[in-house]
């Protein structure tokens, strides 16, 4: 079982009594019925954005414990069919404590508001946890009425980057999740931009219509990180690898990112293979790594 997987657990063992507290004949709902029956546990994971949200700790009340009040309190709110300020509730439970059992309950509060754009985040990230076969038709029914709410406007692709875990904004809009997700886009040109820390950020033009739905797409990043120039000396005749890769024989000059690498002069007739890491330094730095005199 994921690390994720093990998070969601408790969002998985709470629904089936959570959903039947909030439908006291046990009836459970139907896709377009109101999304406020449910308001239930799911836990966050580490790398979800942070939410709004006005609310905050209580002097010496640890972040946890108050993120779970809150929980609590928006619950309390949700059977009041006060939904804005339930979502208020939530959405300060999950900027407190990530494990802050929020996911599903912004997301149901969104679906109430009929929010659906930024509802169905949360809902599909919600079907990760170990659900039952039942568990699951519930949440799916929310997704999906989501879907047959947008139809019209909006189709589903999967973005998916290398490395993964980056953040994915829609025409500027920030998305709570990290790749690979699922995400709505409205027909017609969607902007779908790709970022992560130390990388370019990468923007594709999303086409659709519902004739001719949009395409997933997948995005390789490029580190952000300055290059420098540098000269690397090894003894006479000497193979020269950089990072693991022959660049020439006895003396090399390329541009490296900044950052650590690995030198590595090769066996000659009067010298053994040896390696030695180095650190690429920004200009005017010289990055000048003088190893011709070294026996290994």
Same mark, same amino acid.
């Given at each position: 079982m994921t690390a994720l997987a093990r998070a969601l657990l408790p969002f998985a063992r709470s629904l089936h009594l959570l959903a039947r507290a909030l439908h006291p004949r046990g009836r459970w709902a139907r896709a377009g019925a109101c999304a406020a029956a449910l308001a239930l546990a799911?836990?966050?994971?580490?790398?979800?954005?942070?939410?709004?949200?006005?609310?905050g700790a209580k002097q010496d009340e640890p972040a946890d414990r108050a993120a779970e009040r809150l929980n609590e309190e928006g619950k309390k709110l949700v059977a009041a069919a006060k939904y804005e300020e339930a979502l208020e509730k939530f959405r300060a439970s999950l900027k407190l404590f990530p494990l802050s059992n929020a996911i599903f309950n912004i997301g149901s509060m969104l679906y109430t508001l009929k929010q659906y754009e930024e509802a169905y985040?949360?809902? !599909?990230?919600?079907?990760?946890?170990?659900? !039952?076969?039942?568990?699951?038709?519930? #949440?799916?029914q929310y997704r999906d009425n989501v879907i047959a709410q947008l139809k019209v406007t909006h189709g589903v692709i999967t973005?998916?980057?290398?490395?993964?875990?980056?953040? #994915?904004? #829609?025409?500027?809009?920030?998305?709570?999740?990290?790749?690979?997700?699922k995400v709505l886009v409205p027909f017609g040109a969607a902007d779908v931009t790709v970022s992560a820390q130390g990388f370019k950020p990468v923007t594709k033009v999303v086409q659709g219509s519902r004739s001719d739905p949009p395409k997933d797409i997948? #995005?390789?990043l490029e580190r952000d990180d300055p290059d420098a120039q540098v000269s690397v000396f090894c003894p006479k005749g000497a193979d020269v690898f950089v990072d693991g890769q022959m660049m020439g024989v006895e003396v090399v000059r390329i541009r490296l990112l900044v950052g650590p690498h690995v030198v590595r002069c090769g066996k000659t007739p009067d010298t053994k293979a040896f390696e030695r890491e180095v650190l690429v330094k920004p200009a005017p730095a010289a990055n000048a790594f003088e190893f011709s005199k070294t026996k290994g």
């Open positions: 799911a836990a966050a994971p580490a790398g979800l954005a942070q939410e709004g949200g006005s609310e985040a949360y809902l !599909d990230y919600t079907l990760r946890a170990p659900l !039952d076969p039942r568990q699951r038709e519930i #949440v799916l973005v998916e980057s290398s490395p993964p875990g980056a953040q #994915v904004a #829609v025409n500027n809009k920030p998305l709570p999740f990290e790749t690979p997700m997948r #995005v390789r």
